[in-house]
Each structure stands twice: as structure tokens, then as C-alpha cells.
């Protein structure tokens, strides 16, 4: 008899709802509001209270009514801000190569949330001595590096093998949560159309000119037909570190930018090992400068990295690896240009992009659900997905837990002694965080997670027929797709640019 597959759930909402599922805040606003229609009643002024009672209605209805996944007071105020910044013409952007005003070509050149990214070489890492590249975020104070990883996959892999490998990532992020060193871990799958470029570069070095001209004939029809169906994958991790609590250690360690660098090559070392350990990759190569700037390249301009595996397998030296790269100097990684972001896409130079996160679902997940988000549906289009994870230290897990707990029983108090139904969904949340209190005494880590999704299609594309699909893939997968409307060039960088850049920070975060 065949096991089931593992399922994996027990993930609750980000903030849990004091009462009825709405805040402390909204409550204490919507109370707020309705004060003038009680001292009406208690003044008997009833022109005054049917004058007000609209308003009330609306105040409620602005607090409670989701529009597209957020209040209707966050939508008006996300509204605002997108219009008096397209108004100011703050939302376009064009590189300063394209208007020939490059200081430092060794320097990012970034749109939007990423304009703050600023790259440093670090000492030599590891066996081979690479100088892989600190990412350092002004903005958000943040630290970051990134490695190309491989890995065998789980499409042949037994169920006993899946959990292995479940099991691993989630002792990786419990010793991070015990460390409370790193913030963040993002896991980034590409699936792009194959270019061919690593065959064409091994046919020009290896096919005969005197072979026979049918062959030669054959096999560039062959070639032709298969890479027009073909797809290739690529995978980043990228972790994430904060100022704040990387300082002290820096300074420990010698301060500075070097400082810094030998903190994070310890936990690159315990983030490698776990990696080719119990997770099952069989590669991970922490990125230098020009591999990075490869890396967000490609994630602009999915068509570019032909010709950087062209160059690269043209340099004297090279050795005609896949993770090669000539000639990318970071100050050209990003787009020539950026227009103005539309309410529900994204364009950047030639292509368009649609970003969606994606809603887990109360019943859990097997292994391998995502893979239908990663199938393109169409011949040429790009498909990225970004899994963020956030290990949570004992301390803040424990307030967090303890919040939790307190908001989900005073609310199955109040719907009891007010005499109101406790409906599933109620009972289900609140049995949840039991659970995950349990957990926690147990050792176990509490975990923050979110997916983002995209679809990088080419501009002459119908970019709304692509963003249909993407949806379609998610909704055929078990889960629920959510437009990020009036953000679509920061959902792009959750989606496809590896840099750790996607997962709002809440504001009890030190």
C-alpha cells in the first residue's frame, strides 16, 4: 500500500484579528465614529442621527471591505501615493548608461525598491578564493549575499527522500532562528526558454567541418525544433542579514566591510552544508560581482544571457562553465529603462511582467505543488517563483505565539457569551495556534513565509493574456492567486531579482 505524501500546513495569518477577524485599531475607529449618532439618541436629535448614520456606514465600510486584498482605506491611500508619484513623474526611471552619466560602473544602477542596493567585494571565500559579492541595502540596513545552487530535483525522488529533504530546510531555518543572525532566506526558481547557447558553443568547438552535409543538415533541424520546445531551470538562495544585528559581531571581527564579510562567510558555511547535506543539492556557488550582475540581468532581460554564454565561451580563459560571465559590469545590470508601472503589470525595457503572490491554503501542501507555477504556458514566456522565509527568534516567537493565543480565545469568549455561532474557521485558528505554541515549547522555530510568482513575457505580447495564465497555473495548482495591483515593479524584484527583497518587515522587527 502506497503512503500518502507528507502535507505540509499549520501557517497562520500575519495578523491575527482581535475580534471578529478585525483589528484592535479598526474597532477602536469604528466605535469612534459611531459616538456622534449615540449622543444623538441620548439628545434626541434624529435629523442629526439619519445625517450621520451614512457617514458611520461608510467609515465602516472603508475599515472592513477588502478591495483586491487590502482595506479600502489602504487601497485609497495606495492609490494616492501611485498618483501623486506618476503625476511627479517619480515612477519612471532610465539608466544613467543610456544617458551617459556613469560615475562608477562597478556600482548598481537600479529601479524602484532597489535603488538603495550598493555591492562590495569581500576577502576570499573558500577552497576556490572567490570574492563573493556583500549586497548592501542603505535603505532597508540590510546585508545580503547570494549563491547559484543546483539541485537533482524531486520528480524521481521516493517519498522517504522528499522528507529528508523537507526535513533538512527545516532544520536549517530552526538553527538560523536559534542564531538570530540571519532575517531572511529567499529561495528563487527560474524556468526560462532554453536559448541553446551552451550547445551552440559546444558545436562550434567540437562539430567536424567535413561532415557530411545531410548530418550537418539534420542536426541543425533537430537543434532548431528542440530548443524551441526546450525550457531550462536555475535556482538562488539568497540570505539576508540586518545592520542591526550584524554590527556587533562585525565589530568583533574587525569592523568594517571586512568585518561584516567574515561574519557572513559563517553562516554562508552553515547555510552550505545544510544545503549539500540533508536539502540534496549537488552544487552551490556563492556569486562574485560579475556573476551577480549576470544574475539580475538575466532577470530584467531573460533573452540577454545568450550572448553573456556567448562571451563567455569566447574569452581565452574560460573554461565554458554555465555560471561563466564576461564583460557584465555591475552598473549595467539592470534595465535601460523603466516605464511608469501600470495598476496590474510591470514593463522594463522589451518585456512585460505580471507579479502575483500566492495565498497557501488551510489544508497544507505536498511537496512539489508549486511545480505547475514553474510549467510556462506558452513557448517563450518566463516563469519565476520566490519562496521567503523568516526564522523568528525564541524570544519574539514567544510574544508573537502568546498574542496569538490571547486574541483567538477572548474572541471565541465574546461570540459565547454574545450568544453567536463559533463557526469551523474559528475553532480551526484557534486550535492552530495551540498547536504552534506547543511547537515552540518543543524547540521547534516559528517561521514567517510568503510566495511570490511572475510572468516575464516579451512587450509585443498581450500581457494581460499572460497574467491569465499565471493566474490559471496557481488556481490549477490548489492555491489562490493575489494581483499585487498598484506594486508591480516591487512584486517583479520579489519574484525574479535574487536579492532577498520581497518580505514586508513587520514593525516590531528590531
Given at each position: 500500500?502506497?503512503e500518502?505524501?507528507?502535507?505540509?500546513?499549520?501557517w497562520s495569518?500575519?495578523?491575527?484579528?482581535w475580534?471578529l477577524?478585525q483589528?484592535?485599531?479598526?474597532?477602536i475607529t469604528?466605535?469612534?465614529a459611531?459616538?456622534p449618532?449615540l449622543?444623538?439618541?441620548?439628545?434626541?436629535?434624529?435629523?442629526?442621527?439619519a445625517?450621520?448614520?451614512?457617514?458611520?456606514?461608510?467609515?465602516?465600510a472603508?475599515?472592513?471591505?477588502?478591495?483586491?486584498?487590502?482595506?479600502?482605506a489602504r487601497?485609497?491611500?495606495?492609490?494616492?501615493i501611485?498618483?501623486v508619484?506618476?503625476?511627479?513623474?517619480?515612477?519612471?526611471?532610465?539608466?544613467?548608461?543610456?544617458t551617459?552619466r556613469?560615475?562608477?560602473l562597478n556600482?548598481?544602477?537600479l529601479?524602484g525598491?532597489?535603488?538603495?542596493?550598493?555591492?562590495h567585494?569581500g576577502?576570499?571565500?573558500?577552497?576556490?578564493?572567490?570574492?563573493?559579492?556583500?549586497?548592501?541595502?542603505?535603505?532597508a540596513?540590510?546585508?545580503?549575499?547570494?549563491?547559484?545552487?543546483?539541485?537533482p530535483?524531486i520528480g524521481?525522488?521516493?517519498l522517504?527522500e522528499?522528507?529528508?529533504?523537507?526535513?533538512?530546510?527545516s532544520?536549517?531555518?530552526?538553527?538560523?532562528?536559534?542564531?538570530?543572525?540571519?532575517?531572511l532566506?529567499?529561495?528563487?526558481?527560474?524556468?526560462?526558454?532554453?536559448?541553446?547557447a551552451?550547445r551552440?558553443?559546444?558545436q562550434?568547438?567540437?562539430?567536424?567541418p567535413?561532415a557530411?552535409?545531410l548530418?550537418r543538415?539534420?542536426t541543425?533541424?533537430?537543434?532548431?525544433?528542440?530548443t524551441?520546445?526546450?525550457?531550462?531551470?536555475?535556482?538562488?538562495?539568497?540570505?539576508?542579514?540586518?545592520?542591526q544585528r550584524?554590527k556587533?559581531?562585525?565589530?568583533d571581527?574587525?569592523?568594517g566591510v571586512?568585518?561584516?564579510?567574515?561574519?557572513?562567510h559563517?553562516?554562508?558555511?552553515?547555510?552550505?552544508?545544510?544545503?549539500?547535506?540533508?536539502?540534496?543539492c549537488?552544487?552551490?556557488?556563492?556569486?562574485?560581482?560579475?556573476?551577480?550582475?549576470?544574475?539580475?540581468?538575466?532577470?530584467?532581460a531573460p533573452?540577454?544571457r545568450?550572448g553573456?554564454?556567448?562571451?563567455?565561451s569566447a574569452?581565452?580563459?574560460?573554461?565554458?562553465?554555465?555560471g561563466?560571465?564576461?564583460g557584465?559590469?555591475?552598473?549595467?545590470?539592470?534595465?535601460?529603462?523603466?516605464?511608469?508601472?501600470?495598476?496590474?503589470h510591470?514593463?522594463?525595457?522589451?518585456w512585460?511582467s505580471v507579479?502575483?503572490?500566492?495565498?497557501?491554503?488551510?489544508?497544507?501542501v505536498?511537496m512539489?505543488a508549486f511545480?505547475?507555477?514553474?510549467?510556462?504556458?506558452?513557448?517563450?514566456?518566463?516563469?519565476?517563483?520566490?519562496?521567503?522565509?523568516e526564522p523568528?527568534?525564541q524570544?519574539?516567537a514567544?510574544?508573537l505565539i502568546?498574542?496569538?493565543?490571547?486574541?483567538?480565545?477572548?474572541?471565541?469568549?465574546?461570540l459565547?457569551?454574545g450568544?453567536f455561532?463559533?463557526?469551523a474557521r474559528h475553532?480551526?485558528?484557534t486550535d492552530r495556534?495551540?498547536?504552534?505554541?506547543?511547537?515552540?515549547?518543543?524547540?521547534?522555530?516559528?517561521v514567517?513565509?510568503?510566495?511570490a510568482a511572475?510572468?516575464?513575457?516579451p512587450?509585443?505580447w498581450?500581457?494581460?493574456?499572460?497574467?491569465?495564465?499565471?493566474?490559471?497555473?496557481?488556481?490549477?495548482?490548489?492555491?489562490?492567486?493575489?494581483?499585487?495591483?498598484l506594486?508591480?515593479?516591487?512584486?517583479?524584484?520579489a519574484?525574479?531579482?535574487?536579492?532577498?527583497?520581497?518580505?514586508?518587515r513587520?514593525?516590531?522587527?528590531?
Amino acid at each position: 500500500m502506497t503512503e500518502p505524501a507528507t502535507r505540509y500546513a499549520g501557517w497562520s495569518r500575519d495578523r491575527q484579528g482581535w475580534f471578529l477577524g478585525q483589528t484592535a485599531g479598526t474597532w477602536i475607529t469604528g466605535t469612534a465614529a459611531g459616538l456622534p449618532v449615540l449622543l444623538g439618541v441620548g439628545a434626541h436629535r434624529w435629523l442629526f442621527v439619519a445625517a450621520w448614520l451614512p457617514l458611520w456606514a461608510a467609515v465602516i465600510a472603508v475599515l472592513t471591505v477588502p478591495v483586491r486584498g487590502r482595506s479600502a482605506a489602504r487601497w485609497a491611500t495606495d492609490s494616492l501615493i501611485k498618483t501623486v508619484g506618476d503625476v511627479m513623474l517619480w515612477t519612471s526611471w532610465q539608466g544613467r548608461a543610456c544617458t551617459g552619466r556613469v560615475e562608477d560602473l562597478n556600482q548598481p544602477d537600479l529601479p524602484g525598491v532597489l535603488a538603495g542596493i550598493h555591492s562590495h567585494d569581500g576577502p576570499r571565500y573558500g577552497v576556490s578564493g572567490a570574492r563573493v559579492a556583500l549586497i548592501q541595502d542603505r535603505i532597508a540596513q540590510t546585508w545580503a549575499v547570494v549563491a547559484r545552487i543546483a539541485h537533482p530535483g524531486i520528480g524521481l525522488a521516493e517519498l522517504d527522500e522528499r522528507d529528508l529533504m523537507g526535513a533538512g530546510l527545516s532544520e536549517l531555518l530552526e538553527q538560523l532562528s536559534s542564531a538570530e543572525l540571519v532575517q531572511l532566506v529567499a529561495l528563487q526558481v527560474r524556468t526560462m526558454p532554453d536559448d541553446g547557447a551552451e550547445r551552440a558553443s559546444w558545436q562550434r568547438h567540437h562539430l567536424r567541418p567535413d561532415a557530411p552535409r545531410l548530418a550537418r543538415q539534420v542536426t541543425a533541424d533537430l537543434d532548431a525544433a528542440v530548443t524551441r520546445a526546450g525550457v531550462r531551470h536555475e535556482a538562488f538562495i539568497t540570505v539576508v542579514v540586518r545592520e542591526q544585528r550584524l554590527k556587533g559581531p562585525a565589530k568583533d571581527a574587525g569592523g568594517g566591510v571586512d568585518g561584516r564579510a567574515r561574519v557572513l562567510h559563517g553562516v554562508m558555511s552553515e547555510v552550505e552544508r545544510a544545503l549539500l547535506g540533508g536539502i540534496g543539492c549537488t552544487a552551490v556557488d556563492w556569486l562574485d560581482a560579475p556573476a551577480l550582475a549576470a544574475a539580475i540581468r538575466t532577470g530584467y532581460a531573460p533573452e540577454d544571457r545568450a550572448g553573456l554564454i556567448d562571451a563567455a565561451s569566447a574569452a581565452p580563459d574560460n573554461r565554458g562553465g554555465a555560471g561563466a560571465t564576461v564583460g557584465v559590469p555591475m552598473g549595467l545590470a539592470g534595465p535601460g529603462s523603466a516605464l511608469r508601472p501600470g495598476r496590474r503589470h510591470y514593463q522594463h525595457d522589451a518585456w512585460s511582467s505580471v507579479s502575483c503572490t500566492v495565498v497557501l491554503p488551510d489544508k497544507g501542501v505536498v511537496m512539489g505543488a508549486f511545480a505547475p507555477l514553474l510549467v510556462p504556458a506558452e513557448a517563450g514566456e518566463r516563469r519565476c517563483v520566490t519562496f521567503f522565509y523568516e526564522p523568528i527568534g525564541q524570544h519574539r516567537a514567544e510574544k508573537l505565539i502568546g498574542g496569538g493565543m490571547m486574541s483567538a480565545d477572548l474572541s471565541q469568549t465574546l461570540l459565547r457569551r454574545g450568544g453567536f455561532t463559533i463557526r469551523a474557521r474559528h475553532r480551526r485558528e484557534t486550535d492552530r495556534v495551540h498547536r504552534q505554541d506547543e511547537r515552540l515549547a518543543t524547540g521547534r522555530a516559528l517561521v514567517r513565509s510568503a510566495v511570490a510568482a511572475a510572468v516575464t513575457v516579451p512587450s509585443t505580447w498581450s500581457i494581460s493574456d499572460a497574467g491569465r495564465r499565471l493566474e490559471s497555473s496557481i488556481r490549477g495548482a490548489g492555491f489562490h492567486p493575489q494581483r499585487l495591483d498598484l506594486a508591480q515593479d516591487a512584486g517583479f524584484v520579489a519574484a525574479a531579482i535574487p536579492l532577498g527583497i520581497g518580505l514586508p518587515r513587520r514593525r516590531s522587527t528590531p
